[in-house]
């Protein structure tokens, strides 16, 4: 049975889509001082010279010490694609809006709480008496981050066909292949080949016309 209140899930990506032309990673790192080291890490995985968890353990060691008071107020200037707000149009119409993303969890639960994302997933940096220790609590790679996406849509009781994803990257492909819609937004060309719909532009409302036919195909009226 599904939610009465979801029609469907949307599952958006926060890295490169939601905050473009860079990463949340990169620009706290920016304040942690370790910037380019990550920067060329991530051009690594992007060409799959490195895996997930080695990125994650030198971004982690960077985080020693700093508490997560400070990381918070860091959030408040993060990069964001225009339109965000629309996330709000998912609510109304039926969507459940979730990101799924390999950013951090502060990263997820400072979106979520700012736009009113219903859930998010993600690594975990490891805490010790309000700061960061240096070390990796949850990893979490693309193959994480599909799973635990379907098991949300598993508990509003929405099978995989229900689903969406807009993402851009590497880290989106074993969601794409396993939701009824993808949508490849300002995208990589490997994730542009995976998906069912391309769309490039400044503002995320872009994708919104994708989103009405998901809509429409449950019946509703967007």
Known sequence: MSS???????????????VPGTSSSLHLAGFLGHRD?????????????????????L??????????ERVS??????PLVAGIAEIAWCRRNGLAPVLATLAWSPVGGHLAGRFGFHAFG??????????FTGRVARHFDEYDKRDVALTQARELGLAPARCGAVGDSRSDLPLFAS???S???NASAGARAAATVTVDDA????????????????????
């Open 4 to 18: 009465p209140d979801h029609a469907g899930v949307v599952f958006f990506d926060v890295d490169g889509t939601l």
């Open 37 to 57: 080291e990550l920067a060329r890490a991530e051009d690594a995985y992007a060409a799959g010279e490195l895996d997930n968890r080695q990125v994650s353990e």
């Open 73 to 78: 107020g860091w959030l408040d200037g993060l």
């Open 179 to 181: 939701v009824g819609l």
């Open 203 to 222: 503002d995320l409302r872009s994708v919104l016309p994708a989103l009405a036919r998901m809509v429409s195909a449950t019946g509703r009226r967007p």
């Open 122 to 131: 993600g690594p975990r940096l490891e805490t010790a008496g309000g700061r």
């Open 59 to 68: 971004d982690a060691a960077g985080w020693a010490g700093v508490s997560e």
């Open 183 to 185: 949508v490849a937004f």
